[in-house]
């Protein structure tokens, strides 16, 4: 019976990640127009910080641009990562690095647009990437896609991912099962 109740109602407790108590230090508010985040924001870097990432499913609106730009800026400041890198799609990368470069107006962050990214320079922009000080790095997915790997790399990343497809298989026949027993 105690085993029946848990399956039905008390299985999924989700994490409250409570950031109000963050300052943020260098966050340009005023240059952003406003005068602090929203709650969810706050929460959500927070959330950032204590697990090295986070997928943020806020609405249109909800802020999510300058979640990433905050949390990879304080992912730097406590040295819980080197170089954070940002990825997004060509169509709003420019915005990403606009509202990077307002939020945090002392940050060195390269952003290489399309001109610079020609497989002619590409190697250098790598180059300056791997070997500089950088706050953080944002790119686009098809630019990041063109960092050369090593193949030990490139096997550890389809080993891991392919692990990842078979644990959640598992978890999706065992949910499957439980479902049709009751």
């Given at each position: 019976?105690?085993?029946?109740?848990?399956?039905?109602?008390?299985?999924?407790?989700?994490?409250?990640?409570?950031g109000?108590?963050?300052t943020?230090?260098?966050?340009?508010?005023?240059?952003?127009?406003?005068?602090?985040?929203?709650?969810?924001?706050?929460?959500?870097?927070?959330?950032?910080?204590?697990?090295?990432?986070?997928?943020?499913?806020?609405?249109?609106?909800g802020?999510?641009?300058?979640?990433?730009?905050?949390?990879?800026?304080?992912k730097?400041?406590?040295?819980l990562?080197?170089?954070?890198?940002?990825?997004g799609?060509?169509?709003?990368?420019?915005?990403?690095?606009?509202?990077?470069?307002t939020?945090?107006?002392?940050?060195?962050?390269?952003?290489?647009?399309?001109?610079?990214?020609?497989?002619?320079?590409?190697?250098?922009?790598?180059?300056?990437?791997?070997?500089?000080?950088?706050?953080?790095?944002?790119?686009?997915?098809d630019?990041?896609?063109?960092?050369?790997?090593?193949?030990?790399?490139?096997?550890?990343?389809?080993?891991?991912?392919?692990?990842?497809?078979e644990?959640?298989?598992?978890?999706?026949?065992?949910?499957?099962?439980?479902?049709?027993?009751?």
């Amino acid at each position: 019976l105690a085993d029946r109740y848990t399956r039905t109602f008390n299985c999924f407790v989700r994490p409250n990640y409570d950031g109000s108590h963050q300052t943020l230090p260098g966050l340009d508010l005023k240059g952003l127009g406003i005068k602090d985040l929203y709650k969810s924001q706050k929460d959500a870097v927070w959330m950032e910080k204590l697990l090295g990432g986070n997928i943020c499913d806020h609405e249109v609106g909800g802020g999510k641009t300058l979640i990433m730009c905050c949390g990879a800026m304080e992912k730097k400041r406590l040295g819980l990562a080197n170089k954070p890198m940002i990825t997004g799609l060509k169509a709003n990368i420019h915005e990403i690095a606009k509202t990077f470069c307002t939020a945090s107006p002392n940050a060195k962050v390269p952003y290489p647009g399309k001109e610079d990214f020609t497989p002619k320079n590409r190697e250098r922009i790598f180059r300056e990437i791997k070997n500089n000080d950088w706050d953080a790095v944002i790119l686009t997915h098809d630019q990041h896609a063109n960092i050369p790997q090593s193949t030990d790399t490139q096997r550890e990343t389809l080993h891991t991912e392919l692990d990842s497809a078979e644990e959640n298989l598992q978890v999706l026949k065992y949910q499957v099962n439980e479902f049709s027993r009751t």
